[in-house]
């Protein structure tokens, strides 16, 4: 088979990975050296395709091979679709021409498993340990963590990938029993723990070696030997009947528990040869947007999931969690903007992060108006409702809840239907 | 009024270093805001840069002894990223906006660098665009291989470019080594990034040698230093161009076929694609006519699956369960 035709079948099997992050590697540079890549700690999206969605590396299968017969995934063993498989030096041949185009930044690399885990694991590593090595690679590197792997080999691949992930795809036992029997919830857990030491250990050693902050050029202090970018995971939303406060509560300990970096969301899609009990129908986008928002309310903006979705069941569509968490929570409001702390400020609807640095800062020279909200550029028909400022006190602060939130919603978002 | 105020200062400033060192002497001067016309020397013409170069401005004397004039290293980075915004009709020069920022933090207003005060929220807006057009460069730009070097391929270059001679693909192409093969790029950026954007890849490519075109100026890389030029000349320009265009850079398919695979036609999404990526660069990118394509095809049906329909079209295989 063609180099042109394996890509054209593995880039497609890769697809349904949600992660394409090339952000929070260390800072690297090739200037004055052999080799290629440089990394930053920021992402690059260097293309997007219709779908919205970002192209920031070379994501593909080594091969859709696959021992397993997860129920929800197109590559598994009893699904009837063409099969490929790239030798590691093809991989690497694509990931440094593509690079040398700027087209990406980095490869993020996974397979099925064929022969064995650790057999599937070696040949993920022996893709990175050219990369590195013989290419003297410096851009990102994203490797999928075989979770029933020998240990040292996640050892191994730690040393050169940027990032590792494994996918918990779902998050409650009995679905993973379901859908992926071959699979293990402990298995995956033992997994993501192993990968958390390894962090955490190389993280240590380097804060013991730096006396300076971490953004210094030193190349030593800059590479903690362990996947520095962090670990990740995914979970499919919508190939069964586990809710969102399921899911965000599985997060929410993944984040505690192992220090992800993130949880990425994918909305199932339908493929060919769906199995039985599988959903026919558009992805969920818009679930899926929620479920993004309120994991980005739980590592950035200090909520609890308990707190955005008390009860089972799933966040709302019609507006996003942290308006409809003020709206549950009226005795809060309005805020004052002059005098709140900057943690309850962040909970404001239509108040972002940044800004609430910049208010903080502009309280120092002098006091809040509401002028300065729209300067800041902060989402004024939202807030208006929830703010005090030294000219402003809302005249509907009083009004009740249900009320509001009709105010304040767009006029229904359905769910698209596709057919 | 004094006679200083009342016949204003006309300073040129053809780049940050020129306008700070004007700066410089204007606050210890203690002129105002109000009594400078500051011409922006990146607008005009070659020959009115030059003059300014030659040191032909006439600038005030400071005050004995000259006030210190301080500012913090954040803020001179941000007014710094902040000048390479290009107006637009009918906003206020970049020059002038610096200065009054800079005069106003003089006398000790140190909201006046702040993102809501009236000054410093267009100071901010505009460090803001210039950011997010390094940002574009640093991602949409795409580089070809250029594989003769020099006069040679200038003249090449400006042949194709003018709809002369065909090309045919040369049979060697993989078999030179990549890496230490050329690079070449064209890029329209909408403000002056092109620094940025030129650190950014002697940062990524090492000892690739490449070159920037852009419609102002042009940058090559040796694979140990850069070279600016401004205007960027025009055997670049039409080499760059001629690169994307030629079609000969056969890796390109490749990467064609890995945009085509990867996109899911199920959650086809119009307006965030375009939000991230303008359709200004589109036709700059080698992807960029696959994108109406594919949108049409996932429109018609093709958003029934995720997967994409020529891979659908081979032959499938299913595999036997694992022995145990
Ligand atoms: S292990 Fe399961 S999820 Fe992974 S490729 Fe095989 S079938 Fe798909």
């Keep these: 088979m063609e180099l042109i035709d394996k890509l054209s079948i593995l880039a497609d099997a890769a697809k349904y990975d949600a992660s394409c992050a090339s952000s929070g590697a260390p800072n690297r540079s090739s200037r004055g050296k052999a080799g290629l890549g440089a990394s930053s700690g920021m992402g690059i999206c260097h293309s997007f395709t219709p779908d919205g969605r970002c192209v920031s590396l070379l994501k593909v299968l080594l091969t859709n091979f696959c021992l397993y017969d997860c129920q929800y995934c197109i590559n598994r063993r009893s699904s009837n679709i063409p099969r490929a498989r790239f030798t590691p030096e093809e991989v690497v041949r694509l990931t440094l021409s593509f690079y040398r185009r700027n087209t990406i930044s980095g490869l993020f690399l996974s397979s099925g498993i064929i022969r064995s885990s650790d057999y599937t694991m070696e040949q993920l590593i022996q893709v990175a340990r050219l990369l590195r090595e013989t290419h003297q690679f410096r851009g990102y590197i994203h490797l999928k963590a075989i979770p029933e792997a020998d240990p040292r080999l996640l050892e191994e691949a730690g040393r050169y990938a940027d990032r590792l992930s494994a996918n918990i795809e779902l998050p409650t036992l009995t679905s993973l029993k379901t859908l992926a029997p071959e699979k293990q919830l402990g298995t995956i857990h033992s997994a993501m723990g192993q990968i958390r030491q390894g962090i955490d250990a190389a993280n240590d050693a380097a804060t013991q070696e730096a006396k300076h902050p971490p953004r210094s050029d030193n190349p030593k202090r800059m590479a903690p030997r362990y996947a520095p970018g962090g670990q990740s995971t995914q979970m499919i939303v919508g190939a069964d009947t586990t809710d969102d406060r399921t899911i965000l509560q599985s997060a929410e300990q993944l984040y505690q528990r192992f220090r992800l970096k993130r949880v990425y969301y994918s909305a199932f899609s339908p493929i060919p040869e769906r199995p039985a009990g599988l959903p026919q129908a558009a992805p969920p986008l818009l679930r899926e947007h929620r479920l993004y928002q309120a994991d980005f309310l739980i590592r950035g903006y200090g909520f609890a999931a308990a707190e955005l979705l008390g009860k089972p069941g799933n966040l709302a569509l019609d507006i996003d969690p942290k308006l409809a968490w003020a709206l549950t929570h009226r005795d809060t409001f309005p805020l004052d903007l002059n005098r709140a702390e900057p943690a309850l400020i962040a909970r404001v609807p239509g108040i972002g992060l940044r800004s609430v640095q910049r208010l903080v800062e502009l309280r120092r020279h002098r006091r809040i108006r509401f002028q300065d909200l729209i300067a800041l550029r902060c989402r004024i028909e939202i807030l208006r409702p929830f703010v005090v400022t030294q000219d402003y006190r809302p005249a509907d602060g009083q009004r009740d809840s249900a009320r509001l939130r009709q105010q304040l919603t767009a006029p229904q978002p359905a769910q698209m239907a596709l057919w | ?324």
């Excluded at chain 2, 290009?86 to 003089?106: D, I, K, P, S, T």
């Excluded at chain 2, 809501?116 to 640093?138: F, I, P, S, T």
Aim: charged content about 30%; overall charge neutral; some cysteine.
């Design chain 2, 1 to 324: 009024m004094t006679l200083a105020s009342s016949t204003p200062w006309v300073v040129p400033a053809a780049d940050f270093g020129q306008w700070r060192d004007a700066a410089r002497r204007l606050l210890q001067a203690g002129v105002p805001p109000a009594a400078v016309i500051w011409e922006d020397a990146r607008e005009v013409q070659e020959d009115l840069f030059a003059s300014a170069e030659a040191g032909a401005i006439r600038l005030p004397e400071p005050s004995v002894p000259p006030p210190p004039v301080r500012i913090a290293r954040e803020d001179l980075a941000l007014l710094e990223r902040a000048s390479r915004y290009r107006c637009g009709e009918g906003e206020q020069g970049r020059w002038a906006l610096l200065y009054r920022v800079m005069w106003r933090l003089h006398q000790g207003e140190r909201a006046a660098i702040h993102a809501a005060d009236v000054d410093g929220r267009v100071l901010h807006q505009r460090h803001h665009a210039v950011k997010r057009e390094a940002h574009h460069m640093h991602a949409f730009l795409r580089f070809y291989r250029d594989d003769t070097d020099g006069d040679e391929a200038d003249a090449r270059g400006a042949k194709r470019a003018s709809g002369g001679e065909e090309f045919h693909a040369r049979e060697d192409y993989q078999s030179v080594e990549e890496s230490k093969a050329s690079f070449i790029a064209w890029f329209e950026p909408a403000h002056d990034v092109l620094e940025l954007g030129a650190e950014h890849f002697a940062d990524r490519l090492g000892s690739n040698p490449f070159l920037i075109a852009t419609p102002r100026g042009g940058v090559a890389w040796n694979g140990e230093q850069l070279d600016y030029r401004t205007p960027c000349p025009p055997a670049w320009a039409a080499r760059a161009r001629a690169a994307q265009t030629a079609g000969e850079d056969s890796e390109h398919a490749l990467w064609r076929t890995y945009f085509v695979s990867t996109f899911n036609p199920a959650r086809l999404n119009h307006r965030v694609m375009t939000q991230h990526m303008p359709q200004r660069f589109w036709r700059h990118l080698s992807e960029g006519d696959l994108i109406p394509e594919l949108e049409a095809r996932a429109r018609h049906g093709g958003r029934r699956l995720a997967q994409e329909a020529s891979v659908g079209e081979r032959k499938g295989k299913t595999l036997p369960p694992a022995r145990r």
